[in-house]
T-cell receptor
Framework: AQTVTQSQPEMSVQEAETVTLSCTYD???????LFWYKQPPSRQMILVIR??????QNATENRFSVNFQKAAKSFSLKISDSQLGDAAMYFC????????????FGTGTRLTIIP | DVKVTQSSRYLVKRTGEKVFLECVQD?????MFWYRQDPGLGLRLIYF???????EKGDIPEGYSVSREKKERFSLILESASTNQTSMYLC??????????????FGQGTRLTVV
């Protein structure tokens, strides 16, 4: 079975600084998707960034980028120029390409932005 | 924009009551999901439906059932609510394998308290 591990329950960063959230996963599949979702206090889960496992290039969305290491099964999220609005729970998630299309989530990292 | 709507944001029920949580999506998605979110445990899949009247058990189906009579609506049923079912419940939908797309879209969550 696939598992997703987020080893940092809480992180904090000064406004305008850079922070990296860690995620590791375990799977026997060769083709899959990885996601970072953000859940602010409003509780609405929002997709931050997506990575296809077959792509070697790391995904980037504005201030958000990932470091995808397929061999190490690692998928970290880097947030540059942190803003107050980035404060949220961040969840790493895995989905296989074929077969069951459910998302498997990590336990989350609560990110605090210090003004 | 995809919209996933859950019928209640907050719900308080008594032990032993039959509880219905409703979810509606407006984008013709084939897949719909019910997750439970608890602190320190992340999101855990309760049930998954990939078509009308089709369902699969997730990781924690005990004490729950689901109904999908129409494509846009996916209901979670607690047959006899218990205090250990006090939690946040999140509904999600996604495109099916023949529809393209990879990400799941979430509702705003229902915080259920069983007293």
């Amino acid at each position: 079975a696939q598992t997703v591990t987020q080893s940092q329950p809480e992180m904090s960063v000064q406004e305008a600084e850079t922070v990296t959230l860690s995620c590791t996963y375990d799977t026997s599949e060769s083709d899959y998707y990885l996601f970072w979702y953000k859940q602010p206090p409003s509780r609405q889960m929002i997709l931050v960034i997506r990575q296809e496992a077959y792509k070697q290039q790391n995904a980037t969305e504005n201030r958000f980028s990932v470091n995808f290491q397929k061999a190490a099964k690692s998928f970290s999220l880097k947030i540059s120029d942190s803003q107050l609005g980035d404060a949220a729970m961040y969840f790493c998630a895995y989905r296989a390409v074929f077969g069951n299309e459910k998302l498997t989530f990590g336990t989350g990292t609560r990110l605090t932005i210090i003004p | 924009d995809v919209k996933v709507t859950q019928s209640s944001r907050y719900l308080v029920k008594r032990t032993g009551e039959k509880v219905f949580l409703e979810c509606v999506q407006d984008m013709d998605h084939e897949n719909m999901f019910w997750y439970r979110q608890d602190p320190g445990l992340g999101l855990r899949l309760i049930y998954f439906s990939y078509d009308v009247k089709m369902k699969e058990k997730g990781d924690i189906p005990e004490g729950y059932s689901v109904s999908r009579e129409k494509k846009e609506r996916f209901s979670l049923i607690l047959e006899s609510a218990s205090t250990n079912q006090t939690s946040m419940y999140l509904c999600a939908s996604s495109l099916g394998p023949g529809q393209g797309g990879t990400e799941a879209f979430f509702g705003q969550g229902t915080r259920l308290t069983v007293v």
